[in-house]
Nanobody, 114 residues
């Protein structure tokens, strides 16, 4: 059973924007933090951003000022608004949430062309 469903990835030119969404199954109770990691080809997965149930946010230095994370607790959904995209943002983006244990999405591809 798929617990986290991501959407919104795609191909965009440098300087463009994309909005990622990740909906967590209603069967996951007590979600605290939700967020995003990404993995570029040949590189390790890296942290992008996170948000607590209370709305506190944190960002990697590489995306601060360009990306904005938000969530709708009623919908168990987290969003990642990505602006001023750069080719180095190209990666598979994975969402996660933390409840009784971490849950991971299957990933969505974001490709930024120069």
């Amino acid at each position: 059973q798929v617990q986290l469903v991501e959407s919104g990835g795609g191909l965009v030119q440098a300087g463009g924007s994309l909005r990622l969404s990740c909906a967590a199954s209603k069967t996951i109770f007590g979600i605290n933090a939700m967020g995003w990691y990404r993995q570029a080809p040949g590189k390790q997965r890296e942290y992008v951003a996170s948000i607590t149930s209370g709305g506190n946010t944190n960002y990697a230095d590489s995306v601060t000022g360009r990306f904005t994370i938000s969530r709708d607790n009623a919908k168990n959904t987290v969003y990642l608004q990505m602006n001023s995209l750069k080719p180095e943002d190209t990666a598979v983006y994975f969402c996660y949430c933390v409840a009784n244990h971490p849950y991971w999405g299957q990933g969505t591809q974001v490709t930024v062309s120069s």
